[in-house]
C-alpha cells in the first residue's frame, strides 16, 4: 500500500514513521513534509493544505490511503475533495471537522448527545461573555470558538485578566475571526488525560490514553502552548476508566455526529478532565493529538498501516489494537521565546549520535536544512521519545537524549512524564 501522509509536523513525523514501520505499508509520502521526514519517506515539496493541491499530490503519488495530520486541512476540505477524486481517506470530511473547527458547534453536539462536559455559552458581545463569566465564577475559561493552534484558550484566576481575554478577542481580534465569537465554560478540575479513538463513523476503536503538557515551563508555568512533551500510558485513568470514556463520551459523539449527517471518520480526540464527578470533555479535536501521538506510536505494536485504511474504508469492526506494555515519554525541544516570537536558523547538533541509540526516536517538527547543516525553523523543533520498562527509565532515556542535541536557544521542559513516575513507582 502506498500511503500518503499530509502535514510537516512533529505529529506527521510520528505517523510517517509508524507507516514505515507497517508490513501493510511499501511507501510513505509526505507532503510537505520535514527534514525528518525525508530520511524516512518520500517529500514533495508541495502545501497539500488546500484541497487541490492535496488532490495534486495524491494523484502525483497514486496514493491507495491519504492520511491527513494536521487540523487546517480537514477543516478547509481537503478530506472531501481526495474523497470526490476516489482516494481513500483517513481524516473527516470538513463537516465532521467542525467539531474542531469551532468549539461552540462541538459543545452543541455533546448536549446532543449527553455527553458529560463543562457548562458553556457563546456570546459575541463583550457584556453579555462577562455576565455569564460572573456567574460561573473563577477560575474562568475563556476560549476563542474558532481555530487558534492551541492558542485561543484562556484559564484565569484573576476576573480582570479574564476580561481582557474576551475583549482582546472579541474586540481586538487578536485571533482574527477566530475569536469573534467566545466560548465561555466552567472550569474543570481533575487531571488531564488524552483519549484519541480511530473510528470509521460507526465502529470505535481507542487507542491507549495519553497526557500532554500545555504549559510553556516547568510544573505548568507560563503560557499555553501546542504542547511541550508528552507520555504514554497514563497511570491516572486506568483501562476501566478508558473504557467508561470509550462508552460514556466516544460512542455516543460518534453516534451524535452521524445523526447531525456529519459521519466521523478518522482519529477522535478527547481531551478530558478526570473529575471527582468523572471524566468530562475539555475539547474534541478531528485527529491525532501533538505531541501525543509522539508517545503513543512508539507504543504500537499492531500494522499501523492496516487500521488506518479500515478506519477510511468502514471496515474498523473487529479490529484490535496491540500495544507495549512499555512507557513512552516525549520532550520537545523548542525554541526560546516559544509560544511567542523567537529565532530560527540555528545549527542543531548531535541528532545522529542520538538517533543510533536504542529505545529513543527523534521527531522533526520544526527544521529546515540549509546547505550541510540542520537547523530549527519553528517554535517546536524537535520531539524526543523514549521507552522504558516504567517512567523512571523512560524519563532517564529521553532526558539523556535531550542533553546528547544542543542548538541555541534550546528550550524544554525537565518535568514530562515526572508525576507519571511517582505515581508509578
Ligand atoms: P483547549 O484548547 O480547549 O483544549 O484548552 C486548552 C487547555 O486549557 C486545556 O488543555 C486545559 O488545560 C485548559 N482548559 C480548557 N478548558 C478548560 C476547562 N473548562 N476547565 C479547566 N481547564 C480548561
Ligand atoms: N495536544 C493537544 C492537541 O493536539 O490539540
Not at 470509521?200 to 495519553?210: I, K, L, N, P, S
Not at 486506568?238 to 460512542?251: G, N, Q, V, W
Not at 451524535?256 to 478527547?270: C, E, H, K, N, S
Not at 470533555?281 to 488506518?308: H, M, Y
Amino acid at each position: 500500500m502506498r500511503v500518503l501522509v499530509i502535514g510537516s509536523g512533529g505529529r506527521e513525523s510520528a505517523l510517517a514513521w509508524a507507516l514505515t514501520r507497517s508490513p501493510s505499508v511499501t511507501s510513505v509520502f509526505a507532503a510537505p513534509g520535514n527534514p525528518g521526514i525525508a530520511r524516512i519517506a518520500e517529500v514533495l515539496d508541495v502545501d497539500a493544505s488546500s484541497p487541490a493541491a492535496a488532490v495534486e499530490a495524491a494523484r502525483t503519488m497514486n496514493a491507495d490511503l491519504v492520511v491527513v495530520g494536521p487540523e487546517a486541512p480537514l477543516v478547509a476540505g481537503v478530506g472531501d475533495a481526495l474523497r470526490r477524486d476516489g482516494f481513500k481517506v483517513f481524516g473527516p470530511n470538513a463537516n465532521a471537522a467542525h467539531i474542531e473547527g469551532s468549539k461552540a458547534y462541538a459543545k452543541e453536539l455533546m448536549d446532543r448527545g449527553g455527553v458529560p462536559t463543562a457548562r458553556w455559552q457563546a456570546f459575541d458581545e463583550v457584556d453579555k461573555a462577562v455576565g455569564f463569566m460572573d456567574e460561573l465564577g473563577p477560575p474562568y475559561v475563556v476560549k476563542a470558538d474558532g481555530l487558534a493552534a492551541g492558542k485561543g484558550v484562556l484559564v484565569a484566576s484573576e476576573r480582570d485578566e479574564a476580561v481582557e481575554a474576551v475583549r482582546d478577542r472579541i474586540e481586538r481580534r487578536v485571533f482574527g475571526d477566530a475569536g469573534a465569537s467566545v466560548v465561555i465554560e466552567e472550569f474543570l478540575d481533575g487531571e488531564e488525560t488524552s483519549l484519541i479513538a480511530f473510528t470509521d463513523g460507526e465502529a470505535v476503536v481507542g487507542c491507549e490514553v495519553a497526557q500532554d503538557y500545555k504549559r510553556a515551563f516547568d510544573d505548568d508555568a507560563g503560557p499555553n502552548t501546542g504542547g511541550m512533551g508528552s507520555y504514554s500510558p497514563v497511570p491516572v485513568c486506568p483501562p476501566e476508566t478508558a473504557d467508561r470514556i470509550l462508552s460514556e463520551i466516544i460512542e455516543p459523539m460518534v453516534r451524535t455526529t452521524a445523526d447531525a449527517g456529519a459521519p466521523f471518520v478518522g482519529a477522535l480526540y478527547a481531551g478530558l478532565a478526570l473529575t471527582s464527578r468523572g471524566p468530562r470533555v475539555v475539547e474534541f479535536n478531528a485527529r491525532f493529538g501533538d505531541p501525543e501521538t509522539q508517545a503513543l506510536l512508539p507504543r504500537l505494536r499492531s500494522d499501523f498501516g492496516e487500521v488506518l485504511l479500515a478506519t477510511a474504508t468502514g471496515e474498523l469492526s473487529g479490529s484490535r489494537l496491540e500495544w507495549s506494555p512499555r512507557s513512552c515519554v516525549s520532550v520537545v525541544l523548542a525554541s526560546a521565546g516559544y509560544p511567542g516570537s523567537y529565532d530560527t536558523g540555528a545549527e542543531i547538533s548531535g541528532l545522529d549520535e542520538v538517533e543510533a541509540r536504542d529505545d529513543v526516536v527523534v521527531f522533526h517538527a520544526g527544521t529546515a536544512v540549509e546547505g550541510e547543516r540542520l537547523v530549527t525553523a519553528g517554535g517546536r523543533v524537535l520531539a524526543v521519545s523514549a521507552l522504558g520498562i516504567d517512567f523512571v527509565a523512560a524519563r532517564e532515556r529521553a532526558y539523556e537524549a535531550t542533553n546528547g542535541i544542543t542548538f541555541e536557544g534550546k528550550h524544554q521542559r525537565f518535568d514530562i512524564g515526572l508525576r507519571a513516575a511517582e505515581v508509578s513507582s
